[in-house]
């Protein structure tokens, strides 16, 4: 089966691993505080806080800005339902914001609409590595969590995506730009935001309480994530090669949703066809595996009011394999199989899946 998404590990990634587990120390210690100095320079922020996932560094970054009960965040509605547990543990209500069908960001004038005496931050994706317009967010006057967990490497008129917020979030997820397995982390030029964060990621070793959790990183997985983000720039031209060849084949029978504009980074290749259910199957009994990127959209799964144009994008999306290791060959393999099925989705459907019995 040909994956849709899989990480690129190589032997520095390994080597960089057996070092620290060779020595002895594991928990946060020299690797983190060096990623997060390492990841802050690529964004061009002051300073990270490491954490051991996406999630978490959201979680972080909420409190961070003193979001609590009684407090509204916006959050896209096509988008991934992290966002949604991050703003409920804090307490606070999610409003969930209607997506742009063009470019499945999060809509600034659906944004805007939502905007309440409550509001005290929106949590803005890239989604799948296309760059939101944050500056017409941040003109709606509210702190901004710029979500970069698809965007690691997307650059905004020649500067790294992530600095246009109060604070930047990533994920290291294992299907991210770069992986550490599981982590995350939140970045920002803001000392202040950095040290509440830093100061709930642990729990012990305080003289007085509050909540506080343990999202701490290891030393094996920041070890990993500087060997991962030393190729950065290698993964996310190698991405745009195959994404190239997917463009040249499908702009007609599967239009590209993502990877469109100068800046974006191709995390998923995400095509619009008239059902992604029979791309899904009839590619998966070609030993291909395609998704949905999303796996239901957030108003749907919160029961809040409900959100047309993410609706009609799940009705469509689909989501090819992409990932720096994808042969050239086989990419231009999935794209003719993707067109033929546009063309005739009756012809693949009788094909009996891989995994079904004879
Ligand atoms: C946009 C977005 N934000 C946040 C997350 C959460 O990251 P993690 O899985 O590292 O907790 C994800 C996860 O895939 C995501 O897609």
């Not at 969930?96 to 905007?115: C, F, K, Q, W, Y």
């Not at 999202?215 to 990993?224: D, N, P, V």
Request: hydrophobic share 40%; glycine share 8%; net charge neutral.
């Amino acid at each position: 089966m040909i994956p849709h998404s899989r990480p690129t590990i190589e032997a520095d990634d390994l080597a960089a691993v057996d070092r620290v587990l060779r020595s002895g120390h594991l928990a946060q210690g020299r690797e983190v505080q060096a990623f997060e100095e390492e990841a802050a320079a690529a964004l061009g922020l002051g300073g990270g806080v490491a954490t051991n996932s996406g999630t978490a560094a959201l979680h972080l970054a909420l409190l961070s800005l003193g979001i609590g009960p009684g407090a509204e965040v916006l959050i896209p509605a096509y988008t991934c339902v992290a966002l949604l547990h991050a703003v409920r543990l804090t307490g606070a209500t999610a409003r969930i914001v209607d997506s742009d069908p063009d470019t499945l960001n999060m809509g600034v004038e659906a944004a805007r609409r939502h905007l309440t005496a409550a509001t005290r931050a929106i949590i803005v994706p890239h989604m799948f590595g296309t760059v939101a317009p944050v500056e017409a967010f941040r003109s709606l006057g509210v702190p901004i969590i710029e979500n970069c967990a698809h965007a690691l490497g997307a650059t905004v008129h020649g500067a790294p995506a992530g600095g246009a917020g109060d604070l930047a979030v990533l994920s290291f997820y294992a299907t991210k730009m770069i992986t550490t397995g599981e982590g995350g982390m939140l970045l920002s030029r803001s000392p202040d935001l950095l040290a509440v964060a830093r100061d709930r990621r642990d729990y012990d070793h305080r003289a007085t309480h509050r909540q506080r959790f343990n999202y701490k990183m290891t030393e094996m997985q920041a070890a990993l994530g500087r060997s991962q983000l030393r190729k950065l720039s290698r993964f996310v031209e190698r991405r745009e090669t195959l994404a190239r060849i997917y463009r040249s084949a499908l702009r007609e029978p599967a239009p590209a949703y993502t990877g469109l504009r100068d800046g974006d980074v191709v995390y998923r290749y995400v095509v619009r066809v008239p059902d992604p259910d029979a791309v899904i199957r009839s590619a998966s009994a070609h030993g291909v595996e395609c998704k949905r990127p999303v796996h239901s959209p957030l108003d749907r799964l919160a029961r809040t009011s409900f959100c047309p144009r993410a609706a009609e994008v799940f009705r469509h999306a689909v989501s090819l394999p992409l990932y720096p290791s994808l042969p050239e060959a086989t990419a231009r393999t999935i794209a003719d199989l993707t067109a033929q099925i546009v063309a005739r989705p009756d012809e693949h459907a009788e094909v009996p899946s891989l995994g079904s019995p004879a």
